[in-house]
């Protein structure tokens, strides 16, 4: 699944989509609300993916290979 906002894409594999645990991780660590646990399914909420700090907390919770944050802005550099 893959959400591109102006300046920020994030991207989330569909091996963890329907991972309840992975769901409620993503929530917490993200400090500006990117992703919802939507009943146990990851869901990437459109209107703040361009929030991003660029933080990594989504990918450090996960791997770079289950969440993508790629700068759109850069050629679609993924933050590793």
Do not use: H, W
């Not at 991207?11 to 146990?40: F, H, M, Q, T, W």
């Not at 944050?69 to 050629?75: A, F, G, H, R």
């Amino acid at each position: 699944m893959r959400t591109d906002g102006t300046f920020i894409g994030i991207e989330v594999s569909d091996a963890i989509v329907d991972d309840a645990a992975v769901a409620a991780k993503l929530r917490e660590v993200c400090p500006v609300d990117i992703y919802s646990d939507a009943n146990g399914k990851v869901e990437i909420v459109a209107g703040n993916v361009d929030e991003c700090v660029l933080c990594r907390l989504c990918i450090d919770a996960t791997s770079s290979e289950q969440v993508k944050v790629l700068k759109l802005y850069d050629n679609e550099a993924s933050l590793a």
